[in-house]
């Protein structure tokens, strides 16, 4: 079965760039969506279609795509930004999705 | 305002069946593709199923394949997942997401004797 591969860990100061990439064979045909998970709260969306960011979402947020890899940059990162973050795609036909195992976000 | 409210979770033997429901409202339900995504407790984020706006398409992981069933009801802005032959492994926080943007706030499922 496809799996997006990323990073279990990365850990950043405050005002870094953190960075989190995640991997997969179909991204280059597929769009990635990237989600922000806090402790005992749902997901949320930050990125999607690769780079575009949501209405609400702070502009430190972006997104780029390169190959099968495509990664979340922080900018500027702050203490609140410290989270799980997870990538989601599709497989080459489309219609399963999967998410990658996801990455533990620690502002030192 | 988006509201997406899932129900339905619970504790439930082995083998056992559960529903779960959730109910859509502040968008044009009908127009989206929905999804059950769930997490096992300390664990990452699994999509489970998906459907297209007008119930003609569903796709499953391969875990829960022959044993979940998604569905929904566009008159009723409801999204429904039915388990059967529930296993220790489908523990987990069920969560229903409205294309990429809207997710619920989950429901808990246990499989325990």
């Known amino acids: 079965s496809y799996e997006l591969t990323q990073p279990p860990s990365v850990s950043v100061s405050p005002g870094q760039t953190a960075r989190i990439t995640c991997s997969g064979d179909a991204l280059p045909k597929q769009y990635a969506y990237w989600y922000q998970q806090k402790p005992g709260q749902a997901p949320v969306l930050v990125i999607y279609?690769?780079?575009e960011r949501p209405s609400g979402i702070p502009e430190r947020f972006s997104g780029s795509s390169s190959g099968t890899t495509v990664t979340l940059t922080i900018s500027g990162v702050q203490a609140e930004d410290e989270a799980d973050y997870y990538c989601?795609?599709?497989?080459?036909?489309?219609?399963?999705?999967?998410f990658g195992g996801g990455t533990k976000l620690t502002v030192l | 305002e988006v509201q997406l409210v899932e129900s339905g979770g619970g504790l439930v033997q082995p083998g056992g069946s559960l529903r779960l429901s959730c109910a859509a409202s502040g968008f044009t339900f009908s127009s989206y593709w929905m999804s059950w995504v769930r997490q096992a407790p300390g664990k990452g984020l699994e999509w489970v199923a998906n459907i297209k706006q007008d119930g003609s398409e569903k796709y499953y992981v391969d875990s829960v394949k022959g044993r979940f069933t998604i569905s929904r009801d566009n008159a009723k802005n409801s999204l429904y997942l039915q388990m059967n032959s529930l296993r220790a492994e489908d523990t987990a926080v069920y969560y229903c997401?409205?294309?990429?943007?809207?997710w619920g706030q989950g429901t808990l499922v246990t499989v325990s004797s």
């Open positions: 989601q795609s599709a497989d080459s036909s489309g219609t399963h999705e999967v």
């Open positions: 279609k690769d780079s």
């Open positions: 997401a409205s294309g990429y943007e809207y």
